[in-house]
């Protein structure tokens, strides 16, 4: 059975800094694509940064600079650093995995229960 965990949400400030972690059960990380999406109330959910079996990466515009995906394949955990973090950055955070080594649009198939991120001014 897979799991994803997330973890390392919080409150902060404009312009500080926030650590994000997915750990992986049952399921192996470093074999298919893997990403973060997030959520702000009355919004839709969408993709934020994901990474591929093969360590690529892609961000959508709007934290190019400031965020950044990353795997660690031994621990089968997925992180996301997030630098200079603005009030639009405040949402659910979610943990997305797939099951092809690619990563294409609507690629999750597990998810995680999300981390709650708010930025204040």
């Known amino acids: 059975q897979v799991q994803l965990v997330e973890s390392g949400g919080g409150s902060v400030q404009a312009g500080g800094s926030l650590r994000l972690s997915c750990a992986a059960s049952?399921?192996?990380?470093?074999?298919?694509?893997m990403g973060w999406f997030r959520q702000a109330p009355g919004k839709e959910r969408h993709v934020v940064a994901v990474?591929?079996?093969?360590?690529?990466?892609s961000y959508v515009e709007s934290v190019k600079g400031r965020f950044t995906i990353s795997k660690d394949n031994a621990e089968n955990t997925l992180y996301l650093q997030m630098n200079i973090l603005k009030p639009e950055d405040t949402a659910m955070y979610y943990c997305?995995?797939?099951?092809?080594?690619?990563?294409?649009?609507?690629?999750?198939?597990?998810w995680g229960q999300g981390t709650q991120v708010t930025v204040s001014s």
């Open positions: 990474i591929d079996s093969a360590g690529s990466t």
């Open positions: 049952g399921y192996t990380s470093n074999s298919y694509c």
């Open positions: 997305a995995a797939g099951t092809r080594t690619y990563c294409y649009t609507g690629f999750g198939y597990y």
